[in-house]
């Protein structure tokens, strides 16, 4: 789209969506848009229902109506909860430990039922990992307001003296260093996963696929900071502290669906992903 022609809209402003589909044919929509800060979900739990919810009906509805009818969308590793065994497979039991994964989960079956309802649409779901780092232009990245919640943007804030220590919660995790393990995805991956998904809607009779968007690769929050501290030659003070309540052991992806079926597969690892994030720290 012509950058001229960008609008911003709140998909609670129902009225809004309509008069953008009305103005414009859409062939799909890739939905990203949501509240994503786990604490503050917790806190202000209708906000999140409120806001991802009835945002994505609003968007469900509005497409349906001017028949457009190809949905991808942004879930989350979230709802694998504390997963039994890793690596994580998309047929893997679901949860949700706060209102936020509980958006993502609910999102997801709604997303179903749509599609089961009518075989017209199409519809891929796809569940983010950990993504991290920047665009190499710099010009798109993370840099959040207040204090952020994911360990990335954190580090960033601590290697400009923006803050002045990186809190490690939990170094008694059964891990290799006692540190949690995730799944860290560079953004520029992941932004290609969606390009394969919607490949993947265009060219084939999907009716309703999830798939995970990690590398299938785990890394310790200590392996993390170790890294980072590599690629920006900075020293990143830790203060050791206890687990943070909800947090999980250890998380990575399966890849294997996503790379058989939307051949997609990440290029990068947390040595691309460290300078990426400095860009904008
Ligand atoms: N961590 C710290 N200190 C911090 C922040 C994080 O030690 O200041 C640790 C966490 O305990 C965890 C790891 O770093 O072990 C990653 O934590 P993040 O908050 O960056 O990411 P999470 O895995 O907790 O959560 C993220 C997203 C969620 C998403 C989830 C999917 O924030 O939206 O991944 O697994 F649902």
């Known amino acids: 789209?012509?950058?001229?022609?960008?609008?911003?809209?709140?998909?609670?402003?129902?009225?809004?969506?309509?008069?953008?589909?009305?103005?414009?044919?859409?062939?799909?929509?890739?939905?990203?848009?949501?509240?994503?800060?786990?604490?503050?979900?917790?806190?202000?739990?209708?906000?999140?229902?409120?806001?991802?919810?009835?945002?994505?009906?609003?968007?469900?509805?509005?497409?349906?109506?001017?028949?457009?009818?190809m949905l991808v969308f942004s879930s989350s590793a979230t709802v694998y909860g504390w997963p039994e065994e890793?690596?994580?497979?998309?047929?893997?039991?679901?949860?949700?430990?706060?209102?936020?994964g509980r958006t993502k989960l609910f999102i997801e079956e709604i997303c179903r039922d749509v599609q089961k309802s009518d075989d017209e649409w199409k519809v891929i779901l796809l569940r983010y990992f950990?993504?991290?780092?920047?665009?190499?232009?710099g010009h798109i990245g993370e840099d959040p307001r207040g204090v952020p919640n994911n360990l990335m943007p954190y580090v960033q804030q601590v290697a400009v003296g923006r803050r002045p220590h990186l809190t490690v919660y939990g170094n008694d995790y059964k891990t290799k260093d006692g540190t949690g393990v995730r799944d860290y995805i560079h953004v520029v991956d992941l932004a290609d996963g969606h390009i394969a998904a919607l490949k993947k809607l265009f060219d084939s009779?999907?009716?309703?696929?999830?798939?995970?968007?990690?590398?299938?690769?785990?890394?310790?929050?200590?392996?993390?900071?170790?890294?980072?501290?590599?690629?920006?030659?900075?020293?990143?003070?830790?203060?050791?502290?206890?687990?943070?309540?909800g947090d999980a052991e250890t998380v990575y992806a399966s890849t294997e669906k996503a790379e058989r079926e939307l051949n997609w597969k990440a290029k990068y690892g947390i040595d691309e992903m460290c300078p990426g994030s400095m860009e904008l720290g």
């Open 86 to 100: 890793v690596p994580c497979t998309e047929d893997f039991p679901l949860s949700a430990a706060n209102p936020y």
């Open 205 to 245: 009779k999907t009716a309703c696929e999830v798939y995970n968007l990690g590398t299938g690769k785990g890394t310790t929050v200590l392996e993390m900071v170790a890294a980072f501290e590599k690629a920006s030659g900075k020293q990143i003070p830790l203060v050791i502290a206890g687990r943070r309540p």
């Open 130 to 137: 950990n993504p991290v780092g920047a665009h190499p232009s």
């Open 1 to 69: 789209m012509d950058p001229e022609q960008l609008c911003f809209i709140d998909l609670r402003d129902k009225p809004a969506l309509e008069k953008l589909f009305s103005s414009t044919k859409f062939d799909a929509v890739i939905h990203f848009a949501g509240l994503k800060a786990v604490g503050e979900s917790v806190q202000k739990p209708l906000l999140y229902y409120n806001n991802n919810i009835i945002g994505t009906v609003n968007l469900l509805e509005v497409m349906s109506a001017h028949g457009c009818k």
